[in-house]
C-alpha cells in the first residue's frame, strides 16, 4: 500500500469555489481509480495550499504526482460503516 500526499498553491487571480470545485473533480479521478482506497482534498488556508491525499491498495497510480509513502500497516476498524462519497 502507498499513500500520496500533494500540495499546490490556491491558484492568484482564481475564484477559490473554483480552484476548489477542480481539486474535488481531480479527487473523484483519484477514488475512481482501481485500487483506491481513500482520496480527499482540503484548501490549508494557513499556507494557502490545495492539498490532495490518496490512498491505495498497491502502487500509485501512473501520472499521479506528489510524495509517495509506503504504508506500512492499515487499521479500518468500521470501514464497512463508513458512507461513500462526498461527505458535505
Known sequence: RVAVLRRQRVPERV???E???DAVRETGHLAAGD????AA???DTRRWELVHFSLHAGDAPDGVAGEVF???HLSAPGRSLLPRGRQW
Open 19 to 21: 480552484a476548489a470545485a
Open 35 to 38: 485500487g483506491a482506497l481513500l
Open 70 to 72: 509506503r504504508v506500512l
Open 41 to 43: 482534498a482540503v484548501v
Open 15 to 17: 475564484p477559490l469555489s
